[in-house]
């Protein structure tokens, strides 16, 4: 089992930025990629970045791409999504992920990761 606790969310007016933490313990030699989700109220949830362990190699969804960046600390087990530039529909609960995938896997699709964090809330006020 993979346990995630992420950090860092809270307050911003729109321009700001955050930086969320995700704290990866447990069984991580099972999990090759990380991936930072999102959920606004009456939304689905969706995909924001994910990063791979090995190689370092990232996706970004466009809504937040050239604003975010997903990097991780492996000597850490630490997953980091800088978001600079926040919008107001930025405003959700951040989720880290874990799981198990292939490199010819997409790495979007939430139901693909069966390890999940508890939750971080971040809100953009305009």
């Known amino acids: 089992q993979v346990q995630l606790v992420e950090s860092g969310g809270g307050l911003v007016q729109a321009g700001g930025s955050l930086r969320l933490s995700c704290a990866a313990s447990?069984?991580?030699?099972?999990?090759?990629?990380m991936g930072w989700f999102r959920q606004a109220p009456g939304k689905e949830r969706e995909f924001v970045a994910s990063?791979?362990?090995?190689?370092?190699?990232?996706y970004y969804a466009d809504s937040v791409k050239g604003r975010f960046t997903i990097s991780r600390d492996n000597a850490k087990n630490t997953v980091y999504l800088q978001m600079n530039t926040l919008k107001p529909e930025d405003t959700a609960v951040y989720y880290c992920?874990?799981?198990?995938?292939?490199?010819?896997?997409?790495?979007?699709?939430?139901?693909?990761?069966?390890?999940w964090g508890q939750g971080t809330q971040v809100t953009v006020s305009s």
């Open positions: 447990g069984r991580t030699l099972s999990a090759q990629v």
């Open positions: 990063i791979r362990w090995i190689g370092g190699s990232t």
């Open positions: 992920a874990a799981a198990s995938l292939g490199y010819s896997v997409p790495t979007y699709y939430p139901n693909l990761y069966p390890h």
